[in-house]
């Protein structure tokens, strides 16, 4: 029998009460390979970090990259880490063959033998380093020929996060499961825990809202939220501006009136014809200005200057001017708001929320609410673990959560 292919790899940190340590080593047995644990070092008090240093082994090169791929994204780093490895691109908008994929955790490279913070951290990007020897995420449109671009996964480490540790609040501890059963207020209470923490801290809270808000009769609430400073941007599509406005202007969603819950008359033209005014007045703010938009989520954004990206998708009517239509600049619009964020809140939308999630690193903690559970679960699906999930309609959440936080604290 050939001689085993080998590998050293360290882990440092809460590696054990986490589960990353128990993790990494299913990971290499469940690929074929063998591990020994050369060294453990575990932590004498709670914070203290414990060391590991562990022997991989397989039976081929192959199998043994394969291994070494699944421990990377749990903390394993190679015990004799050289500088990490770029490639110039060749091409603008596509990475060089063999490009390092990111995560959404914090990750660092090596560069001339010092471990580097990589900066825009986002998963599903590649690493670009400047000649500076700073490192950030990049999307692969935004490549240029040229940039030098992180290849393999030489000189890199990530740093999971220890959530399964200890649950020092109860928003950690509901992190990740989705169920219709859970105590819901106490869930709304811990949400607004973390908004006012957020806020106190001198970070954003971000807001991610579908149509549903306003034609469940949450868009007032929505529009209070944020004249009191716990919603400071907001992310949504050409319908929520649309009918928070055809409120605003007809007391309707979708034709429907929101004090009677009845179809009106012509209703169901009213919210062509918001988008028809606003358009005619030049956008939002113009029509916030003149006095025509006089209340509502848009007319409060713009008065309180609240950044917002709507971005647009194939079925908009319209749509209204600041739709971006642009798939890929609605992601980049988006980017540039992300910085300072520390608290997500999504609420009825499914694409959006997904899309955001894939934005956001993963210190940035997340509520999703939505009536349904397979919305929250294609989020954490898709990588943005963080995600606390809350099955609810609209208006019933938003409505206890302006209620927690309308209280003295």
């Not at 393999?152 to 990740?176: C, D, I, N, Q, Y």
């Not at 400071?232 to 928070?244: I, P, Q, R, Y």
């Not at 559970?373 to 673990?385: E, F």
Request: glycine letters at 8%.
């Amino acid at each position: 029998m050939s001689a085993p292919h080998v590998e050293y790899v360290e882990m440092t940190g809460h590696i054990v009460d986490s589960l990353l340590l128990p993790k990494v080593l299913d990971a290499i047995l469940s690929r074929g390979g063998r591990y020994n644990i050369e060294t453990l070092r575990l932590g004498q008090r709670q914070d203290d970090p414990s060391f590991a240093r562990i022997e991989v082994k397989a039976d081929t090169s192959e199998q043994l990259e394969a291994i070494l791929a699944d421990v990377h994204p749990h903390g394993a780093v190679a015990a004799d880490a050289s500088d990490c490895r770029t490639v110039a691109a060749d091409m603008d908008g596509a990475f060089p063959d063999g490009f390092y994929c990111s995560t959404n955790f914090r990750t660092q490279v090596k560069l001339n033998g010092e471990w580097v913070d990589v900066e825009d951290q986002e998963m599903d990007c590649g690493i670009a380093v400047d000649p500076e020897g700073a490192a950030r995420c990049v999307p692969m449109t935004a490549v240029k020929t040229g940039n030098r671009v992180l290849v393999g996964r030489a000189g890199t480490r990530v740093f999971p996060p220890e959530s399964e540790m200890r649950k020092h609040e109860l928003f950690e501890f509901m992190a990740s499961p989705v169920s219709s059963e859970r105590p819901k207020a106490v869930s709304v209470r811990e949400i607004a825990i973390a908004m006012r923490k957020t806020r106190a801290a001198g970070d954003r809270v971000l807001a991610v809202l579908g149509p549903a808000v306003v034609h469940t009769g949450g868009a007032e609430l929505v529009a209070k939220m944020v004249r009191d400073g716990f919603i400071n941007v907001l992310f949504a599509g050409n319908a929520l501006a649309t009918h928070d406005m055809e409120q605003a202007f007809y007391g309707t969603s979708l034709g429907v009136s929101l004090d009677k819950g009845l179809p009106t008359d012509e209703g169901h033209e009213h919210h062509l014809r918001t988008i028809n005014t606003i358009r005619r007045m030049g956008g939002i703010k113009k029509a916030v200005e003149t006095g025509k938009l006089t209340s509502g989520i848009m007319f409060e954004c713009v008065k309180r200057d609240v950044p917002y990206v709507l971005a647009g998708s194939i079925r908009d009517d319209g749509p209204l001017p600041e739709v971006v239509t642009d798939a890929l600049a609605a992601q980049d619009a988006m980017r540039r708001l992300i910085p300072g964020v520390g608290f997500c809140l999504m609420v009825a939308t499914t694409l959006h929320s997904i899309a955001v999630g894939n934005l956001l690193p993963a210190w940035v903690k997340v509520a999703c609410v939505d009536i349904s559970p397979a919305t929250v679960t294609k989020l954490m699906d898709r990588g943005s673990t963080q995600t606390v999930g809350i099955v609810s309609d609209a208006e019933p959440f938003i409505r206890a959560l302006v209620a927690e936080l309308d209280k003295p604290v």
